[in-house]
């Protein structure tokens, strides 16, 4: 039995609405909606509140249906995906701006300078690797992983430029 069929006959046995089971849960009716009709799985927490208001345990809810723990795993995944890919375009910001400032502060050792642009190139490199395993589990298509690859690198340059406008604004 699908999880989205054992949730809708256990709400249904309890006598409960979906509303009523929503506000129990802690969520909204659409997601009671969702979950019922298959366009998406609950989420561990929202598992554990129904094992315990239906009186079944967590293996009869996860093992039967192996759809709800793929997608659990798939949002871990993409969890994990989104902090790496954070943390890549933070250092591809310090290392544009740290290539963008030279010249206000004095230049730069040429093996500083060299390794900064290096570390930039490799962490654009980076943010394209980290996006397309984001858009492989998000199941989207190729041109979504341009799209966005030149939304954060043209983001995270109009981030620098506007800092360093305001340096030179506070600097002169």
Same mark, same amino acid.
């Given at each position: 039995?699908? &999880?989205?069929?054992? %949730? $809708? =006959? $256990?709400?249904?046995? #309890? !006598? %409960?609405?979906?509303?009523?089971?929503?506000?129990?849960?802690?969520?909204?009716?659409?997601?009671? +909606?969702?979950?019922? +009709? @298959?366009? !998406?799985?609950?989420? /561990?927490?929202?598992?554990?509140?129904?094992?315990?208001?239906?009186? &079944?345990?967590?293996?009869?809810?996860?093992?039967n249906n192996s759809i709800v723990v793929s997608n659990i795993k798939k949002q871990i995944q993409l969890k994990t995906m989104h902090k790496y890919l954070m943390c890549t375009f933070v250092t591809f910001l310090a290392f544009f701006?740290?290539?963008? +400032?030279?010249?206000?502060?004095?230049?730069?050792?040429?093996?500083?300078?060299?390794?900064?642009?290096?570390?930039? @190139?490799?962490?654009?490199?980076?943010?394209?690797?980290?996006?397309?395993?984001? !858009?492989?589990?998000? =199941?989207?298509?190729?041109?979504?992983? /341009?799209?966005? +690859?030149?939304?954060? *690198?043209? @983001?995270?340059?109009? #981030?620098? *430029? /506007?800092? *360093? *406008?305001? /340096?030179?604004?506070? $600097?002169?």
């Amino acid at each position: 039995m699908e &999880i989205s069929d054992l %949730l $809708k =006959n $256990k709400r249904k046995e #309890m !006598n %409960l609405t979906q509303e009523e089971l929503a506000k129990s849960l802690y969520v909204s009716k659409r997601s009671i +909606t969702n979950w019922e +009709t @298959g366009k !998406n799985t609950p989420d /561990i927490d929202s598992l554990i509140r129904l094992a315990k208001l239906y009186d &079944i345990s967590l293996d009869d809810l996860l093992l039967n249906n192996s759809i709800v723990v793929s997608n659990i795993k798939k949002q871990i995944q993409l969890k994990t995906m989104h902090k790496y890919l954070m943390c890549t375009f933070v250092t591809f910001l310090a290392f544009f701006f740290i290539i963008s +400032t030279t010249g206000l502060y004095g230049d730069l050792a040429k093996p500083v300078y060299y390794s900064a642009l290096i570390g930039g @190139g490799s962490n654009v490199f980076a943010i394209i690797y980290f996006l397309d395993k984001i !858009n492989k589990l998000e =199941n989207k298509s190729e041109s979504d992983l /341009i799209k966005s +690859t030149v939304k954060w *690198i043209l @983001g995270g340059i109009i #981030m620098v *430029i /506007i800092s *360093i *406008i305001m /340096i030179i604004m506070v $600097k002169y």
